[in-house]
C-alpha cells in the first residue's frame, strides 16, 4: 500500500520541542518534493515548510522560519520536521505530502484539504498549552 504515516505528535508546553516523522509506505521519496502542512479548525490547510527532492532547497513560512527544521532521510524513506519554541498558535493537526514539483515554494503556497498532492498522509495532532 502506497501511504505516508505521521508520527510524533503530542501534547507539550509552550517553549518545548517536537520531532514529527513522515514515513512512507511502499514507495521511494527520492523523486519527491516534502510538504508540511498545518490545518487548525475553521481555517484551510496551509503549508508551513517544504523541502526539495533532492537540491537541498527549503522553504518555510515566515512565523516558523527559525523554530522548524525540514530535513530527509530518502534512504530510510522518511522526512522531519523539528519544531522549537513551539507556540500555542502551532497547535492544530501536522499533515505530510509528497509530490513531483520542482518549485517547492509553490507546493507550499496550495491550500485547502482537497489541494492536489500525489500523497497525503492521515496527520497528526499536537498540541502546544500555555
Known amino acids: 500500500q502506497l501511504q505516508l504515516v505521521e508520527s510524533g505528535g503530542g501534547l507539550v508546553q509552550s517553549g518545548e520541542s517536537l520531532t514529527l516523522s513522515c514515513a512512507a509506505s511502499g514507495f521511494s521519496l527520492d523523486s519527491y518534493a516534502i510538504g508540511w502542512f498545518h490545518e487548525v479548525p475553521g481555517k484551510e490547510r496551509e503549508g508551513v515548510s517544504c523541502?526539495?527532492?533532492?537540491?537541498?532547497?527549503?522553504y518555510y513560512k515566515d512565523s516558523v522560519n527559525g523554530r522548524f527544521t525540514a530535513s530527509r532521510n530518502n534512504a530510510k524513506r522518511t522526512a522531519y520536521l523539528q519544531m522549537n519554541d513551539l507556540k500555542p498558535e502551532d497547535t492544530g493537526v501536522y499533515y505530510c505530502?509528497?509530490?513531483?514539483?520542482?518549485?517547492?515554494?509553490?507546493?507550499?503556497?496550495?491550500?485547502?484539504?482537497?489541494?492536489?498532492?500525489?500523497?497525503w498522509g492521515k496527520g497528526i495532532l499536537v498540541n502546544v498549552s500555555s
Open positions: 523541502i526539495g527532492d533532492s537540491d537541498g532547497a527549503i
Open positions: 505530502a509528497a509530490d513531483v514539483e520542482p518549485w517547492i515554494q509553490a507546493m507550499c503556497a496550495r491550500r485547502g484539504k482537497d489541494a492536489e498532492m500525489m500523497y
